[in-house]
T-cell receptor
């Protein structure tokens, strides 16, 4: 069985400061991991994914995430937050070789203060 | 413009009255899926389709039906809606294939209220 956890319902950060949105996962084998962002009253937008290869993945809008197999984590990061980054962020996992059903986390609300 | 469209965007209905939410994509994507989003639960997949005439159950398929007669369309059917199906629904599509299908493009969502 696969699962994903986003331990923080909300993350607050000041504009210009670095931000981290946490995600941990559990799969039996190897994971495919991805992050999506949802702006108010909009559908989800793909940010980045880890399939294989480099543990540091770079994505859209200056975001990046680091795959850490030993800690089973895939935290989303950005060096300098913008007010426009305020949104709901979802981490998701799918086990390689498993079903085509991804498991999404409950979401983390990121609030960037001016 | 490449996009996934859903209709209607908002719908209020009553228990037991059959309804269909349409989904269409113009990107020639093979993979399409439906999700529901509920507060505190994230997104849960209802059904997915790997290609035309190929559909399969997701995590929460009870009470829903889908069909994939054409590559671009993937309607969601609620034969007899109940209040616990009140939710925000998203359709998504992707190219499919190893390492590509996870890059899903989402529609704008359909907010459904079942009274």
């Amino acid at each position: 069985a696969q699962s994903v956890a986003q331990p923080e319902d909300q993350v607050n950060v000041a504009e210009g400061n670095p931000l981290t949105v946490k995600c941990t996962y559990s799969v039996s084998g190897n994971p495919y991991l991805f992050w999506y962002v949802q702006y108010p009253n909009r559908g989800l937008q793909f940010l980045l994914k880890y399939i294989t290869g480099d543990n540091l993945v770079k994505g859209s809008y200056g975001f990046e995430a680091e795959f850490n197999k030993s800690q089973t984590s895939f935290h989303l990061k950005k060096p300098s937050a913008l007010v426009s980054d305020s949104a709901l962020y979802f981490c998701a996992v799918r086990e390689t070789g498993g079903s085509y059903i991804p498991t999404f986390g409950r979401g983390t609300s990121l609030i960037v203060h001016p | 413009e490449a996009q996934v469209t859903q209709n209607p965007r908002y719908l209020i209905t009553v228990t037991g009255k059959k309804l269909t939410v349409t989904c269409s994509q113009n990107m020639n994507h093979e993979y399409m899926s439906w999700y529901r989003q509920d507060p505190g639960l994230g997104l849960r997949q209802i059904y997915y389709s790997m290609n035309v005439e190929a559909t399969d159950k997701g995590d929460v398929p009870e009470g829903y039906k889908v069909s994939r007669k054409e590559k671009r369309n993937f309607p969601l059917i609620l034969e007899s809606p109940s209040p616990n199906q009140t939710s925000l629904y998203f359709c998504a599509s992707s190219l499919g294939g190893q390492g590509r299908w996870e890059t899903q493009y989402f529609g704008p969502g359909t907010r459904l209220l079942v009274l």
